[in-house]
């Protein structure tokens, strides 16, 4: 597609649920990132996705979180057991190269849990 | 782990004037990055530097990486409505090329 494409853009969950987030980075970029952006605060490194290698997932808060990617394409986030510090906008990006200029960021997926 | 201070936290301006912010950190940057955010939607790169002392323009946009490599300024001339939103300094961080480190940002109110 044109641009990096997540959904849903908003979702709502009850305390305790599990919850997957998904994004479509834009055809042909290798490396894919996602990040959370609480509010009022700057982004977050969560996980990183570079072609085959092995995922760069040092920025994952707790073991709830958790990603993968299908080849270089459709990347999951999935939140298990969502509590409300988990309330966020969580932003996927996707790059040609890992490098940070090149990053194109989709709109995001706001997360509320209550 | 490396930290970006954004100041100041909001600003709010009337339509022509000049804005200027900035960034700074404890520890060196070899890249500054400024992003805008508008509301809903994911940051969008606005200029990268990679040089001290570096002063790079992107039309009323003008950003200059200090000479310290720890702080980075962004300026906006002729301030017009549009230019409401979130500005960030990001940089790559913990010794990778892909891992950003973002500041809080500054948010940025243009009254017409």
């Known amino acids: 597609g044109a641009g990096v494409s997540q959904s849903p853009s908003n979702k709502v969950t009850e305390k305790g649920k599990d919850v997957e987030l998904r994004c479509d980075p834009i055809?042909?970029?290798?490396?894919l990132y996602w990040y959370r952006q609480r509010l009022g605060q700057g982004l977050e490194f969560l996980i990183y996705?570079?072609?085959?290698?092995?995922?760069?997932k040092s920025g994952l808060p707790s073991d709830r979180f958790s990603a993968e990617r299908t080849g270089e394409s459709v990347s999951t986030l999935t939140i298990q057991r969502t509590q409300q510090e988990d309330s966020a906008v969580y932003l996927c990006?996707?790059?040609?190269?890992?490098?940070?200029?090149?990053?194109?960021f989709g709109s995001g997926t706001r997360l509320t849990v209550v | 782990g490396q930290q970006l201070n954004q100041s100041p936290q909001s600003m709010f301006i009337q339509e022509g004037e000049d804005v200027s912010m900035n960034c700074t950190s404890s520890?060196?940057?070899?890249?500054w990055l400024w992003y805008k955010q508008d509301p809903g939607e994911g940051p969008v790169l606005l200029i990268a530097?990679?040089?001290?002392?570096e002063l790079t323009s992107n039309g009323r946009l003008t950003a200059q990486f200090g000479t310290t490599r720890k702080d980075s300024f962004l300026n906006i001339s002729a301030s017009i409505p549009s230019d409401v939103g979130i500005y960030f300094c990001?940089?790559?961080?913990?010794?990778?090329?892909?891992?950003?480190?973002f500041g809080k940002g500054t948010l940025l109110t243009v009254n017409p």
């Open positions: 990006a996707s790059s040609l190269i890992g490098t940070g200029p090149g990053y194109t």
């Open positions: 055809s042909g970029h290798t490396a």
């Open positions: 520890s060196i940057f070899n890249t």
């Open positions: 530097l990679y040089k001290a002392g």
């Open positions: 996705f570079q072609g085959n290698s092995a995922p760069d």
């Open positions: 990001a940089g790559p961080s913990g010794g990778s090329n892909y891992k950003l480190t």
